[in-house]
């Protein structure tokens, strides 16, 4: 409490009762600087105070101006913009632009954009070797980052990442080719041959074509669901700090180029803990079956035997507000595609999630994954594919973050530091003597 005539400082007094020495450490933006701890030592010589947290739960390892998200309110925005509006107003690729630029693009910003981005979704023929080295059941997405590090060798000279040109560069042919590598990768797992873009479709409509086409001249799009998939790119485009963001910041900031970094960040999201939960949806949606096991299949739940895989979110403590955007378009594209029955065992479970104390308690909702694998299956992708689906969305959010980290300034190489608890010095037995 603030005793009355005490003036407001924008700091915080640190008392080590260890020593009864007082600190005062500057406050900006709610944040301490780490490094201020330092000061704090017992001893003249200790390296002094650091803090502790694995797993970054409490840490910003950044400053950034791109996304926002406020988890108990339930919002999401791209550089100031609600992700529901953008969702309705602007293409993938406006919100692409406007992630690694700051500013929408106007018409002709736009235009040029577009061109330069179709321009670049021819890979190497090379890279197609690449792929057909791949074992037949060869995972897409290990394909997919193994086609993101071998664009580095494509283009050796991107490793100037301070040059403006080399940047640009890359910010097209990484957003460019992600699809291309994508459907190729899908397309040797089926083992069918690979289609190449068609620059004059959409960036959603094109990645259809190189996934489905098989004999027909020219390939036409069902324009709700190339509308849906550019949606769904739109929505998994940045969430700020995640863990491939973070990947990306990481690699990149040993001035790696920037395919190495992304395959980085896409090796990351690759984990089931990250780009993985969709799949898991379906199979537990699979599991159920129909609509008069979910009370038994929610009991379970609250006694512990497993998760209601889709809930809740280590940031939203509401519901995530792309998972209504999401809820919209499945049945948009249910309408295109026929009505699957998961697709009603998915709203009940949430009709009866929401009404159910565990959860409310909990502040467990549907997230971005509760009905995004339901949209992908409709449209005929396997489940392999839905991380390497949203590693195309996310491609942006990845470069936004790395042109970031790279023009600020106080960023240097990540380097955390550790807890040592290991051993003391101790001498190398020989041989003779181990146990
Ligand atoms: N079903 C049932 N109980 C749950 C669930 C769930 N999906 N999620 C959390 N809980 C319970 C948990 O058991 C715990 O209860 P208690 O306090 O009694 O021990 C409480 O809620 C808090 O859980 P937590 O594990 O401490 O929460 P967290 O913030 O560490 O976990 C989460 C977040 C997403 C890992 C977790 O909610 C979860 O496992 N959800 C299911 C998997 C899933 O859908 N993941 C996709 C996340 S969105 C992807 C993205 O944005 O990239």
Redesign the pocket.
């Known amino acids: 409490m603030q005793a009355q005539g005490e003036v407001k400082k924008n700091s915080l007094t640190i008392t080590d009762n260890r020593t009864g020495k007082s600190y005062e450490v500057p406050v900006e933006n709610d944040t301490i600087r780490a490094t201020d701890l330092r000061q704090i030592k017992v001893n003249p010589d200790d390296f002094g105070m650091m803090t502790y947290d694995p797993a970054f739960m409490n840490t910003a390892s950044c400053k950034s101006k791109i996304t926002f998200i406020d988890g108990d309110k339930g919002i999401l925005r791209y550089r100031g913009y609600p992700i529901e509006q953008l969702a309705e107003r602007c293409s993938c690729l406006e919100v692409a632009y406007l992630l690694i630029y700051g500013e929408l693009p106007n018409k002709a910003q736009l235009a040029e954009w577009t061109k330069n981005i179709t321009t670049h979704t021819f890979v190497h023929e090379n890279l197609k070797k690449l792929m057909d080295g791949f074992h037949h059941d060869a995972h897409p997405m290990g394909m997919f980052v193994s086609g993101l590090a071998a664009l580095s060798t494509f283009y050796p000279s991107a490793k100037h990442i301070e040059s403006k040109e080399e940047r640009q560069m890359t910010f097209y042919r990484l957003i460019g080719k992600a699809p291309t590598i994508s459907a190729f990768a899908y397309r040797h797992s089926v083992g069918m041959p690979y289609v190449h873009p068609d620059n004059d479709l959409s960036y959603p409509g094109n990645f259809l074509n190189m996934m489905f086409r098989i004999a027909e001249p020219k390939y036409q799009p069902h324009p709700v669901l190339e509308k849906a998939l550019d949606v769904l790119y739109i929505l998994h485009a940045d969430?700020e700090q995640?863990?491939s963001a973070n990947a990306m910041r990481g690699v990149g900031s040993s001035h790696v180029d920037p395919y190495s970094a992304a395959a980085a960040a896409a090796a990351a999201l690759y984990g089931p803990?990250?780009?993985g939960?969709?799949e898991?949806?379906l199979r537990m949606l699979d599991e159920i079956g129909s609509k008069d096991k979910i009370p038994g299949f929610i009991k379970d739940?609250?006694e512990?035997k497993?998760?209601?895989?889709?809930?809740?979110?280590?940031?939203?403590k509401n519901y995530?507000p792309?998972a209504s955007i999401i809820k919209r378009l499945a049945e948009q594209v249910f309408e295109v595609t026929g009505r699957d029955a998961k697709l009603d065992i998915a709203l009940e479970l949430e009709r009866i999630a929401l009404q159910d104390d565990?959860?409310v308690k909990?502040?467990?909702y549907p997230?971005?994954?509760?009905y995004s694998g339901l949209i992908y299956q409709a449209m005929r992708f396997p489940v392999a594919m839905f991380p390497v689906l949203?590693a195309i969305g996310r491609m942006s959010g990845w470069l936004a973050q790395w042109a970031e980290m790279l023009d600020d300034s106080e960023q240097k190489i990540a380097r955390p530091r550790q807890v040592y608890l290991g051993h003391d010095k101790r001498d190398v037995p020989l041989m003779n003597q181990r146990a």
């Open positions: 969430h995640n863990c803990l990250h780009g939960a969709n898991a949806v739940v609250k512990g497993g998760r209601l895989m889709g809930f809740g979110h280590r940031v939203y995530d792309r565990y959860f909990r502040k467990l997230n971005v994954d509760f949203f």
